[in-house]
């Protein structure tokens, strides 16, 4: 059944890249493996996914280590506390949610070298809405050039969670602002490669607008069924 889902939501990507005359190769698919059980993530590795979204730190650093035998790239993709940020640093690949300065600095700080830098998406709350963290629109190009000039980490581009919205034209029309803002942005920051935008219900449209990753949990593994009823979803 995971298989299953799985081929599907590929093919769902490769259609979508090809109405949007992009290749498909330009596309990421981001498993999101919140509320999952490591064996769901294994048997989705088996599958040949290897990226892979968590939002609650103490779960995925319990699926991290059980699943260490595994070449698998972790992105934490949830708010940050910044009494949270170490592990973070110490443990995951990406980083698609910061918002402000002082998480960033955090991070850059406490980034292991060996590791090498940690790839970070500053995220923006393009809808305005009081219940989603990020930082607005406006406060974006200050903040890249701050989180771009700090070691140990690598600015790669935004990340956004719009309102939801079932029109795909309503849907198109708030992607096409964070590419936007993407692309004032590298005027200055060229090196800057990546949208991580896009899930379950509106995948196509971000995609059209220029994803470079798109974040699927519930059409790979169902309907989620939160521990705690006031965890929002967020892919």
Known sequence: MLAEKYDSVCQQIRNACKAAGRDADEVQLLAVSKTRAADEVRQLHDCGQTAFGENYLQEALDKIEALQDLPLEWHFIGPIQSN?????????????????????????EQRPDALGPLNICLQVNISGEDSK?????????????????????????????????TDPARQRATFARVRELMTSLQADLPQLDTLSMGMSGDLEAAIAEG?????????????????????????
């Open 84 to 108: 949270k940020t170490r592990p973070i640093a110490e443990s995951f690949n990406w980083v698609h949610s910061v918002d402000r300065l002082k998480i960033a600095r955090r991070l850059s």
């Open 133 to 165: 963290s990020g930082c607005l629109p406006e406060e974006v190009p200050e903040l890249a050039r701050e989180v771009a000039a700090l070691p140990n980490i690598q600015l790669r581009g935004l990340m956004a969670i719009p309102e939801p919205e």
């Open 211 to 235: 994803a470079s990753i798109v974040r699927i949990g519930t059409a790979l593994f169902g309907p989620r069924h939160y521990p705690n009823t006031s965890a929002k979803p967020q892919a």
